[in-house]
């Protein structure tokens, strides 16, 4: 069965942190990049952050550029996403998701699985 599971979103107040955490089957996650995208009331879903294969590139949103850090553990197939001095804005739901190459993908089209996402609120 192909999956990813997210978890770890909830209700933080502006200026907390919250951790995501995205587990993924062995075909969803081994030899896949890695990607986190949101979607807010109203909104298209967009382009969080990028993980390659190994780890050793990562790739951001402006927006949440120096707050959000993306990392991987392939030993236990888990994505992360670190959020830092969260805002009202980044109130969302935040999506996992793998495609089937090494590199940094910015487009939904280009990714083949998807998790269900995890709520995102952040109070000011």
């Known amino acids: 069965q192909v999956q990813l599971v997210e978890s770890g979103g909830g209700l933080v107040q502006a200026g907390g942190s919250l951790r995501l955490s995205c587990v993924g089957s062995a075909r969803a996650f081994d030899n896949n990049g890695a990607g986190w995208f949101r979607q807010a009331p109203g909104k298209e879903r967009e382009f969080v952050a990028g993980i390659t294969l190994s780890g050793d590139a990562t790739s951001y949103a402006d927006s949440v550029r120096d707050r959000f850090t993306i990392s991987r553990d392939n030993a236990k197939r888990t994505v992360y996403l670190q959020m830092n001095d969260l805002k009202p804005e980044d109130t969302a739901v935040y999506y996992c998701?793998?495609?089937?190459?090494?590199?940094?993908?910015?487009?939904?089209?280009?990714?083949?699985?998807w998790g269900q996402g995890t709520q995102v609120t952040v109070s000011s």
């Open positions: 998701a793998a495609h089937a190459s090494y590199g940094i993908y910015f487009r939904q089209k280009e990714y083949d699985y």
